[in-house]
């Protein structure tokens, strides 16, 4: 996955508390075989009303969405995370996250960042009534701040997870980094046992 670099970006704000992984990307697209192109879909149903946070131009190219609590709860579905993504969002905040979502966000590379109530209330308010004011996410200080400097707030982070946003590293990622050991290990293992190395076609 990218590597995860400070954020510059208006915020869309989605003043809406208890949003499901359905409401986010609907079932009747989960028959799609690729992981990418599904930011077409997101909040699909919600869309349909003209009036939808979405739909209002102004807020075309954020990469910062600012939402009530629990978000992301209901199914385990990783195709949430990988719909916002595709849409282009970088960052996400709340007061709460349901813990599948945010741990499948990780995987990705999509930062989910917990702040208190009043302060996500805040952010929302401000995107409301200055849509084109920019907020700064900056994951290597842990600080969600606006542009002006008026508001700045640190946030905790697993210093693992962190790490892997910043250095770009998925579960293959990881692995790799162990190759010499694993390259060593097959080479030691008696030739008895099963090999990973495919068999040669018959002569």
Known sequence: MRK???VRSKALPLNRADVDTDQIIPAKYLKRIERTGFGEFLFDDWRKDPAFILNEGVFSGARI????????????????????????FRALIAPSFADIFRNNCAKI??????????????LIARAEELPEAETIVDLESQTVATADGSFVRSFEIDP????????????IGLTLEHEPDIDAFEAARPDRYPSTTPAEAPA
């Open 65 to 88: 969405l600012v939402a009530g609590a629990n978000f992301g709860c209901g199914s385990s579905r990783e195709h949430a995370p990988w719909a916002l993504e595709d849409y282009g």
């Open 160 to 171: 693992a997870v962190k790490r892997n946003l910043l250095e770009g590293l998925d579960a």
């Open 4 to 6: 995860f670099e400070a």
């Open 109 to 122: 590379g999509l930062l989910t960042i917990t702040l208190a109530p009043e302060d996500v209330e805040f």
